[in-house]
């Protein structure tokens, strides 16, 4: 059975990372003491489940747990630093720490350090997640003992759920624009001033004029959907904040 360690300090380690060409070197104590932390620890970076919805879920949470007094989310993997940064930066995971446990210390030390050599993996993390006050692990969400790499508790919802059944999700925005655009500056302006942080998908970069079509039925923009529902152009979207 797979440790809880609920209670007790996390291991102290050093991690060996890379910034601006440099390495330096992010501690334990660094990462953890007196601050309140939201750790999560997955199989492999650039992976189906870690990039589609592990990493994903803690960024665009960022703010809710932040507002729920913790102070920094930290990702964890046995991954080395190159890899760890690669992945930052492709998954565009700016209010993640990402943390490389190159050589498992911490991850053995944690007592979940698995064997996937059936994957050409070698040793890796069992997936989970845990919330850490001052270095003491208060609450820790391990994934079942099952095959495969089963995902169901160390997701970010149920973190945030934990710490604050009450929590306010943050509004899901995403934007559709084309560089240049006067009305699409317009709206990007009006989302920064309330505050919203949005997905910006470009026309002729990540859309086409006919997919733009297919999904807004306009050939416009910007287009503004907001929790799913198309809101319109920046006039559009100037009115429903007045409403």
């Not at 992010?26 to 189906?48: C, E, H, N, Q, Y």
């Not at 803690?58 to 990702?75: E, R």
């Not at 700016?94 to 994957?119: H, S, W």
């Not at 416009?220 to 809101?231: M, N, R, S, Y």
């Amino acid at each position: 059975m797979l440790p809880n360690r609920e209670g007790q300090r996390v291991p102290n380690v050093t991690f060996r990372t890379r910034r601006d060409s440099e390495w330096v070197n992010i501690t334990t104590d660094d990462l953890f003491k007196g601050k309140t932390v939201v750790v999560f620890s997955l199989p492999g970076a650039f992976t189906p489940t870690c990039s589609s919805t592990h990493l994903p879920g803690y960024n665009q949470l960022a703010k809710a747990f932040h507002s729920n007094g913790v102070d920094s989310i930290v990702c964890m993997s046995v991954n080395d630093t190159f890899v760890m940064n690669e992945w930052a930066k492709d998954q565009e995971s700016d209010n993640v720490i990402l943390i490389p446990d190159g050589n498992g210390e911490f991850t053995e030390g944690m007592g979940l350090l698995v064997d996937k050599t059936d994957l050409g993996f070698g040793k890796r993390s069992w997936r989970y997640s845990m919330l850490v006050k001052d270095g003491i692990i208060e609450k820790m969400f391990i994934e079942p003992e099952e095959p495969g790499d089963p995902f169901k508790v160390s997701d970010a919802d149920t973190m945030l759920k934990y710490i604050n059944p009450n929590a306010k999700q943050p509004i899901l925005v995403t934007l559709f624009t084309k560089v240049g655009c006067p009305f699409c500056a317009r709206a990007k302006a009006l989302l920064k001033e309330k505050g919203i942080d949005y997905e910006e998908i470009i026309l002729g970069k990540d859309i086409s004029t006919r997919s733009l079509k297919a999904v807004t039925a306009a050939t416009t923009v910007p287009q503004v959907f907001i929790d799913g529902k198309l809101i319109g152009g920046s006039d559009d979207l100037a009115a429903y904040f007045r409403a």
